[in-house]
């Protein structure tokens, strides 16, 4: 694994000498979890070059206005990688956006929030490091077309792997060779009903190229999905390694002429993509979710699941936070809607792994998405935690059912509560539970004001003001 490791920017302008790298490629974060990025030639960049770069902040979605739109890059050396995908070297630089207004980080720079976040773990005394681990789960299809006009809403997607082209001839002779997965069928088959396995294995060379660890690579349950398991790390780690993540997928399924998605719910019919998200908490080098209640946990554990699930509803603003999301989170494709816990039981929303030892004691909630701002949903989660072990919240009974065979009556019987349905409803329950994230003021009033209008301006209404096809199948002819 090729993981570069500075201790000064001294260290990082002698690499980038020796190595013969030609471009500084610096990279940020928006408030949806996009990357943006801004190169310089190496001679362009000293040492004093490195403590801030300007640019622009009026350009980016609901940022800086036009006449205070100045502010800073500062770049950090951790997670900094050769980019493998460019054709003169490139070394990449993640960074934190400074407010020179303020004179203090940007309160609307996602990874200056979660170092926020990571300074309000200290400040409670509950622990000094928060460790993330998230699984992220991906498409990758052939194609994908779009019309989004007046009078014509249209997607098509198209895989090999799909069951529609069961009887497509293509190619000059007419071939089909037959093998695939089906609907729910892509759960570990081998070649050749499994036909991404290069691709994978070439997605798991590059990212241990730009310094990330893997250990399961597999084909998931629909078609055309796959995952590749990723180390967890520290909240800061873990969600540059997703940004990493993204990052590789979609350029390698690039070269092969694809195109990779870590959109929730582009199949219908099919499994949706997730993002499961483990977690755990240490202070003074001990795991504090390892103990002698439920499953091997700690008090602080089941109140930290407490604070999740009591919030989980208003974190989906950020753990789910797009509108195709929710339809990933429907009863019949194992997506865990139900805001409850247990050891092992997927179907849970909260499940406790079955491990070995007590360094290896963590949660891990399921019911995430990779439309998520990694920075955004792993602070978010990291809060109502953290809330849930200040205010000693108890989760409940575990439940050991399967919850997928669950009516929606008896989960109402039951006292269960779920998932928003609509980003609509998550972000409203946010906003009514909002103290949760701004405490410490980690998630600064403006930026969740901020993060309400984006999420509004620019995703529900244009959703809900948009016929569906299906809405013509069921009531044109009324």
């Not at 770049?75 to 070394?91: C, N, Q, V, Y």
């Not at 990330?212 to 690579?217: D, K, S, W």
């Not at 994230?437 to 984006?454: P, W």
Request: aromatic content about 12%; charged content about 25%.
């Amino acid at each position: 694994m090729n993981k570069l490791k500075f201790s000064s920017w001294k260290d990082v302008l002698e690499f980038a000498k020796k190595n013969a790298v030609l471009f500084y490629d610096f990279r940020f974060s928006d408030i949806v979890g996009a990357w943006h990025h801004v190169s310089y030639h190496i001679d362009a960049i000293d040492e004093a070059a490195f403590q801030s770069l300007p640019f622009d902040a009026s350009s980016i979605a609901k940022w800086q206005p036009i006449h205070r739109s100045d502010m800073q890059l500062i770049p950090d050396w951790e997670g900094a990688f050769l980019d493998p995908f460019t054709a003169d070297k490139t070394l990449v630089l993640f960074c934190d956006v400074f407010d020179i207004y303020k004179n203090q980080p940007y309160e609307k720079c996602p990874r200056s929030i979660a170092k926020k976040a990571l300074g309000y773990l200290n400040e409670t005394g509950l622990g000094d490091v928060a460790y993330f681990g998230p699984e992220n789960e991906f498409f990758i299809f052939d194609s994908i077309r779009v019309r989004d006009d007046i009078n014509c809403q249209y997607y098509e997607i198209d895989s090999n792997e799909g069951s529609w082209n069961t009887a497509t001839a293509s190619g000059s002779a007419g071939h089909n060779l037959g093998h695939r997965p089906g609907t729910k069928g892509g759960y570990f088959p081998v070649s050749p009903r499994d036909s991404q396995v290069d691709i994978r294995a070439e997605i798991v060379k590059t990212l241990q190229e730009v310094g990330i660890e893997t250990f399961v690579v597999h084909h998931e349950v629909a078609q055309a999905q796959g995952e590749v398991g990723i180390k967890f790390g520290t909240l800061i780690e873990a969600a540059d390694n997703v940004q990493k993540l993204k990052y590789v997928v979609k350029n390698v399924a690039k070269r092969h002429g694809k195109t990779a998605t870590f959109m929730p719910k582009p199949l219908f019919g099919d499994n949706g993509s997730g993002m499961h998200v483990h977690q755990s908490i240490w202070k003074n080098g001990k795991n504090t979710f390892a103990g002698s209640e439920y499953q091997g946990l700690s008090e602080t554990a089941l109140h930290y699941i407490g604070g999740v699930l009591k919030y989980a509803r208003a974190i989906a603003a950020f753990s789910n936070a797009s509108t195709n999301s929710y339809k990933r989170l429907i009863p019949g494709f194992e997506a865990p809607s139900i805001l409850t816990y247990s050891a092992q039981n997927r179907s849970a929303s909260c499940r406790i792994p079955f491990v070995s030892g007590e360094k290896a004691k963590r949660v891990e909630f399921r019911f995430p998405d990779s439309t998520a701002n990694p920075y955004l949903c792993f602070s978010a989660m990291l809060m109502a935690g953290l809330k849930g072990v200040k205010d000693k919240i108890d989760p409940g009974e575990p439940r050991e059912e399967d919850l997928f065979e669950l009516t929606l009556d008896e989960i109402r019987e039951k006292g269960i509560q779920q998932m928003p349905h609509t980003l609509r409803e998550a972000v409203e329950t946010m906003l009514s539970q909002r103290g949760v994230f701004e405490e410490g003021n980690v998630f600064t009033k403006e930026f969740v004001d901020t993060y309400k209008e984006l999420k509004f301006e620019t995703e529900i209404w244009p959703w809900e003001a948009r016929p569906h096809p299906f809405e013509f199948l069921s009531t044109y002819s009324c």
